[in-house]
């Protein structure tokens, strides 16, 4: 591990960039723009998980709604990471 981050350091430490992006759009992460975006996407990802995960059930009964809520929130989650790459309903100015 420590050799990996020493090697990362030599190949980036010269470069001045990270080895990463945030599709170019910092300064737009964080706004009140972009929390309403990263907000509807992530509700709208929920709302649709669950509807995937309950309808793998052949009867309402046979819901394991502990596996749609879990997997429901983690796809939320996943949602808002996702987000910080940037998002395209949040326009450059």
């Known amino acids: 591990m420590e050799i990996t981050l020493i090697a990362l350091f030599l190949y980036y430490g010269e470069r001045k960039t990270a080895p990463f992006s945030f599709g170019g759009n910092m300064d737009k992460i964080f ?9 509807i996407r992530a ?8 509807i995937a995960s309950i309808g793998t ?3 309402m009964s046979d819901v394991n709604w502990v596996a749609v809520v879990s997997a429901s929130i983690l796809a939320g989650i996943l949602s808002i990471l ?3 790459a940037g998002l395209p309903e949040v326009k450059d100015e």
């Open 82 to 84: 996702t987000s910080l």
């Open 43 to 50: 509700i709208r990802t929920v709302a649709q998980t669950a």
């Open 31 to 39: 706004t009140k723009e972009w929390f309403k975006a990263a907000l």
């Open 57 to 59: 059930a052949v009867v």
